[in-house]
């Protein structure tokens, strides 16, 4: 399981694009569907877990509160030019283009897109560059967010570990309205997982919210205490283990062992563990384990 998960909202198409997704990528699948029973108003839920190309990944049908958008969008590094376009295709099918597919001077094939279920995705021809992460989450720092890409990356890097700044690349004077000296480009390493990020001061009506969430595995209490004080920022966004940090962007800190209560086919032990989780907002283990055990 990778420390870092990639968690992707929906109103109720979880299911539905989780085996979309895995049918485009080898070495793709789900690996577990649960329901929650929820009272209101939250509501009932289905959490997907699922591998794409060797990468883990989450969803959840959790209803119209949170809505996709490109602020943090998956890159996909393709090896060849018929990759590019059979993922375009299916990619860009019922969704919204946001920037054609076509050469640009960075990839000589390569689109954005939104798919049908509101996600973002950049696919790109890497040329003979060597495929190290098919896909990588990509943060674009926009409003008020603008020009805060470097420091976020810093501040991440102190966060975690296993990290490394592979490459920062600068927008220059006459870019406007791109300031000189933000970034234009980044590609970093956190927990030794991928990742990059940019700033756009191009008008965007949209900035980071909780549909795209990153959750943080955590081994034990310490380790969610740690993450918690280092990553919070927002009281007001804290709940059921989700936060956000002094970015906007939303992280879930939680313990390992929630993959088994929340798999349970054990109706009473998930019914008990759900109900004192919404109680919670940083999330406490012993206690989850207690209410689990009954």
């Not at 998960?5 to 485009?24: G, I």
């Not at 086919?265 to 759900?274: G, H, I």
């Amino acid at each position: 399981m990778n420390k870092i998960v990639p968690h992707f909202w929906f109103d109720t198409q979880a299911t539905e694009a989780a085996e979309f997704y895995t049918s485009l990528f080898d070495n793709s699948k789900i690996t577990s569907i649960s329901q929650i029973q929820n009272p209101p108003p939250y509501g009932d839920a289905d959490i997907v877990s699922m591998t794409l190309a060797g990468q883990d990944f989450m969803a959840i049908s959790a209803g119209p509160y949170f809505r996709l958008n490109p602020s943090i969008s998956i890159r996909i590094d393709c090896a060849s030019m018929k990759e590019v376009d059979f993922l375009w295709e299916q990619l860009s099918d019922g969704g919204t283009v946001l920037m054609p597919l076509d050469a640009y001077p960075f990839s000589k094939r390569y689109g954005w897109t939104e798919d049908r279920y509101g996600l973002s995705w950049q696919v790109m021809h890497v040329g003979e560059r060597e495929i190290e992460q098919k896909l990588t989450p990509t943060l674009m720092f926009t409003n008020k967010q603008c020009g805060k890409a470097e420091e976020a990356i810093l501040f991440y890097e102190a966060v975690f570990s296993d990290t490394e700044i592979d490459g920062m690349d600068y927008y220059g004077v006459g870019e406007e309205p791109d300031a000189p000296g933000t970034v234009r480009f980044a590609s970093f390493k956190l927990e030794d997982q991928s990742f990059a990020a940019m700033d756009s001061a191009q008008a965007h009506d949209f900035e980071f919210n909780e549909a795209f969430s990153f959750i943080v595995n955590c081994e034990n209490q310490e380790e969610i205490d740690y993450y918690w004080e280092a990553l919070t920022f927002v009281p007001e966004a804290e709940n059921c283990g989700w936060l956000k940090d002094k970015y906007g962007v939303s992280w879930q800190i939680v313990p390992t062992d929630m993959n088994e209560m929340m798999q349970t086919a054990d109706p009473e032990k998930l019914a008990r563990v759900t109900e004192v989780t919404l109680k919670m907002k940083k999330l406490d283990l012993a206690e989850l384990r207690r209410v689990y055990e009954g």
